[in-house]
Structures are given as C-alpha cells and as structure tokens.
C-alpha cells in the first residue's frame, strides 16, 4: 500500500510526543549566493541527529503491544539503526541490529549507547539479510526496513509537512535521495499538501543511480558507489521507487566539489552543522544546475552526523 497524505498526518500525531519539530531556519547569505529564498528545514537537530528518527518512530508506535514485546530489527550501518534503537529504548522494547563488522566505530558505539542489541556480520548484503533473517526467526521480532516500509516513508514524510505548515507558500521542495524514503515521503507530504507543488532531488554524480533509475524506467542498482555522501549509498526500494516515478519533477545530480563547497558555505555562513548527504540537497542550488531563482525553496538538511576527524575540506 502506497502511503498517502492521510497516512503522514497519523504519523505526525504519532510520534509529537516523541520526536523533534525541528526549526526551519533562513540565511541571507546562503540566499543571495544561489538566487532563491531558501528555507532550510534542520533534520541534522533531529534526535539521533537525523530525520530516520521520524520514520523509526513511527514504525515503533505503530505495533501492537503482542507485537511490540516481540522487539524489532533491521540490517543498518548508520542512521536508521541508531534511530530504531531510541525509538525501541523509549517504548521500552529491545531492537536487534544487524551491521557490518567494518562499520565506523563511531555508529557502532551510537547504536549501543541507544540500547541496540548488535549482531556484527560480514561486510555484505547477503551477509546481513541472511543474520537479520536468523534473528527474525529466533525471536519473533518485527523488521523494520530502512526505508522500503510504509510507516517509515509516512514518519519520513512529516519533515516535509511540518516545514509546508510553517512555510505554505513554498514553490519547490528539495530532499537528498539514497534509498528513496525521505524523499518518497516528501513528496507525497508536498504533492497532497499543495497541487502543483514542485519536488526535486539531489543525488551524488558519484552515486546516481536513482538519476539513471529514473531515465531507464526501472531500478539500476547502485554499484560500488564512490562519494563523500555515505549516508546516499543505496538502491532505491520495491515501494519506494513508483512513488518518486510518479510524483518527483526529476533528479537533479551534484558534483562532490559542489557537495564539499555547499556543505562548508552552510557550516561558515548559517553556522549549521550539516553532514554531505544534506549538503548535496543544498548542492542542487549551489551548483545551478536548473533554474531555481527568485523562487521559495524549502531543502531538507536530512542528518548533521559527521565525523569530525575526517573533515572534507
């Protein structure tokens, strides 16, 4: 079942008592630098820094009490997993996580510290879906995939339908593509909200394969991808992708100078810590691509989770 508008304003009652409304803020600079009035809605303040909050909690929510004492899992080397964690932490429920024994340290120690139960497996895909399939099996607990879930891409979507609550007027809405949630959610937030509501992707030129799923027509897997936006590695999804087919303007794709440039304009100038996934949304206006000026655009900054030991610049 394709999520609806209907579907993202549950969501939104959902998780208020749990999740952040984060602040959307504006920047003069970062105005006149692209040509357009941009509004800047900060997911990187989001609880565990990033907006799969959001779509964690409200899977979490959305389970029965039989299924929730179950506990829940999922195969994730970042966000998402740190995201569930919290989400199982405060409904008081354990979350079984599957990650890569390669995975960075500092994931690792986030997801512990949310009270993940971790399951490390070998660095590939079939590695991590066949443990994840054990746990399922041993324990009962519900999957919550990272993105290609529903109440995921319904939770993902109420960024976009806080941000058109507190700014209407909008003409265009930005979001980063990896696996296709965020920006499947946002696009269904902004498309129902307001007819005629323009969405726009920004995608590495590094890791574009949602930009060359879209031209083919079905899904080409991401292979190998070599971009500084760790956080846009993957494929889009089963339900994901006939979302962003039917209701995304198109996919805009952003060089890693103009991701690193635009991520460190962000930093200087608005003085907001953002990670490069959120920055190659912001790149889409950086690098000019199409022509965006003297219109209201509203970006989602999706995450602010950077390694401060291993800065771009």
């Known amino acids: 079942m394709t999520p609806t508008l209907h579907d993202i304003r549950m969501a939104a009652q959902r998780i208020k008592p749990y999740a952040h409304r984060t602040p959307v803020l504006t920047n003069a600079s970062l105005n006149q630098q692209v040509g357009a009035q941009v509004f800047l809605k900060c997911e990187n303040l989001q609880k565990v820094g990033a907006f799969k909050f959001r779509g964690a909690c409200n899977a979490v929510y959305s389970l029965s009490d039989a299924e929730a004492a179950r506990g829940v899992c999922t195969h994730s080397s970042g966000n998402h997993a740190a995201a569930l964690a919290l989400a ?26 949310y009270g993940g139960l971790i399951t490390f497996c070998e660095p590939t895909l079939e590695a991590r879906e066949s443990t994840l399939d054990r746990i399922r099996i041993e324990t009962g607990a519900s999957v919550v995939h990272p993105y290609n879930d529903e109440r995921v891409i319904s939770g993902q979507g109420t960024a976009a339908l806080e941000l058109l609550e507190d700014v209407p007027d909008l003409d265009v809405i930005i979001a980063p593509v990896g696996g296709g949630g965020l920006l499947s959610g946002t696009s269904i937030a902004a498309t129902e909200f307001k007819k005629g509501m323009r969405v726009i992707a920004g995608e590495p030129e590094m890791a574009d394969d949602a930009f060359r799923s879209m031209q083919a027509g079905e899904i080409i897997p991401s292979v190998n991808p070599k971009t500084i936006a760790d956080g846009l590695l993957t494929s889009l999804g089963a339900l994901t992708f006939p979302i962003i087919q039917q209701r995304v303007e198109q996919i805009v794709t952003v060089s890693e100078a103009g991701i690193i440039a635009s991520m460190k304009f962000v930093w200087e100038r ?44």
Not at 101 to 113: E, I
């Open 88 to 113: 199982a932490r405060m409904r008081g429920i354990p979350a079984y996580i599957v990650m890569p024994s390669n995975a960075p340290s500092v994931k690792k120690n986030a997801v512990a510290g």
């Open 270 to 313: 608005a003085k907001i810590i953002i990670e490069p996934s959120s920055a190659v949304a912001v790149g889409v206006l950086w690098e000019k691509k199409i022509d965006l000026r003297g219109l209201k655009v509203g970006i989602i900054l999706s995450g602010g989770n950077v390694d401060l030991e291993k800065l771009p610049w």
